[in-house]
């Protein structure tokens, strides 16, 4: 046997060697700020071996740069956020690719029944609760429980508790959110939750996306297909009505490609709908894809999601920059907020989102990249 030779031992097991330690994607972690209570908040980088760099940090959750190639090998950040742990603490809008619970989107009149007892939760946004409340998941410090890494993955688990009665949801909720990327330009997000009492969840990333580079222009050019027939109409607060609309001849058609600026100009502000996704089995379906032909970097975005809102940063207006250092106007991004449907706890024709003891929340997104040749 080979085994029986020195030399051929060796080689093995420097072989061996070099495959454990070299072939192994990256993860590291770093400290990114200190919280007012002590606590350290840390950023932790994960890298593929095609050139992907996703960062993410404790604090809310957040995906704060995702580098990715363009079809010539150069990369760019593709995601909006600030430069500045202090900015990232300090400001509360617009949501930078955060995670963002109990309930995302909005509750209408900030209240729900559930087995006949009304509850009314925060309302953030005039009469309405928008994401989550005063200081959703988004603003909270999510606990380090696991990193790992592999050769064909790396992936780091966060867990934060709800306590019951915050932002006026009962029960307490325990809930993991696990990042992933792995060597096929997938980065995954997963989300479990349980409670001890009947109360809703409805758990999205908020990430902002311009596929030609954080910083560079807006996304109107870009091109997108939604995999859905009907979105949910809504009143001029955006709340639901209990209706769905037909997307067929309207601006809110994206069954087959069209670019997001081609009928922007016919809506209020521009697109902040949720689209009523053709799966409905729980399975990982693809949900939408988005080229952009500068740079030929594709986006597809698969889940096990209902709903998916399409949101195009109506209301951006310089405010905020990011590394760029470029102000942050109107349409410099679009979101893919996986979901259930919004305030689905008051529309009975609605997906459910009512958790209850014993049942395991379950949801996953994937957001997969990859360039085209146009």
């Not at 060697?17 to 200190?34: A, D, E, I």
């Not at 202090?86 to 509750?107: A, K, M, Q, S």
């Not at 509850?119 to 959703?136: K, R, S």
């Not at 500068?294 to 940063?313: D, F, I, N, P």
């Amino acid at each position: 046997m080979c085994f029986e030779n020195y030399a051929c031992r060796k080689d093995f097991f420097r072989n061996f060697v070099q495959f454990k330690y070299r072939f192994f994607m990256k993860l590291s972690q770093h400290p990114f700020g200190k919280l007012p209570t002590g606590e350290t908040a840390h950023l932790f980088i994960l890298e593929n071996d095609h050139g992907l760099v996703l960062k993410v940090t404790n604090y809310g959750g957040t995906m704060t740069e995702l580098w990715t190639p363009d079809r010539n090998g150069k990369p760019a950040n593709v995601l909006l956020g600030f430069a500045t742990w202090e900015e990232w603490f300090h400001n509360t809008d617009p949501y930078f690719g955060c995670l963002v619970g109990r309930t995302c989107n909005r509750i209408d009149k900030a209240q729900f029944t559930i087995d006949g007892i009304t509850y009314q939760v925060t309302p953030n946004q005039g009469t309405f609760q928008l994401h989550g409340g005063a200081e959703g998941f988004n603003k909270k410090f999510w606990n380090v429980c696991a990193q790992a890494a592999d050769p064909d993955k790396v992936s780091v688990t966060f867990e934060y508790v709800s306590p019951d009665g915050e932002e006026g949801f009962p029960g307490n909720v325990h809930t993991t959110a696990v990042y992933s990327l792995n060597n096929q330009n997938e980065v995954s997000i997963e989300w479990k939750a349980v409670t001890d009492r009947p109360t809703p969840v409805n758990l999205t990333n908020h990430a902002y996306w311009n596929l030609r580079g954080e910083g560079n222009g807006t996304i109107l050019d870009h091109e997108l297909t939604i995999f859905a027939d009907a979105i949910t109409e809504t009143n001029a607060d955006s709340i639901p009505t209990g209706k769905l609309l037909p997307v067929a001849g309207t601006p809110w058609d994206f069954r087959t490609p069209h670019k997001i600026g081609e009928r922007i100009g016919t809506l209020y502000m521009g697109y902040d709908d949720n689209y009523c996704l053709r799966n409905f089995s729980g399975s990982l379906e693809l949900a939408c894809m988005v080229t952009e032909p500068e740079s030929g970097r594709k986006m597809e975005v698969l889940t096990t999601e209902v709903g998916m809102q399409l949101y195009t940063a109506n209301w951006f207006t310089g405010t905020y920059k990011g590394l760029s250092n470029v102000p942050y106007q109107k349409h410099a991004a679009f979101c893919t907020e996986t979901q259930h449907w919004p305030d689905s706890m008051n529309h009975a024709n609605f997906p459910n989102v009512i958790l209850r003891p014993g049942n395991e929340f379950n949801s996953q997104t994937i957001f997969r990249f990859s360039t085209v040749h146009l």
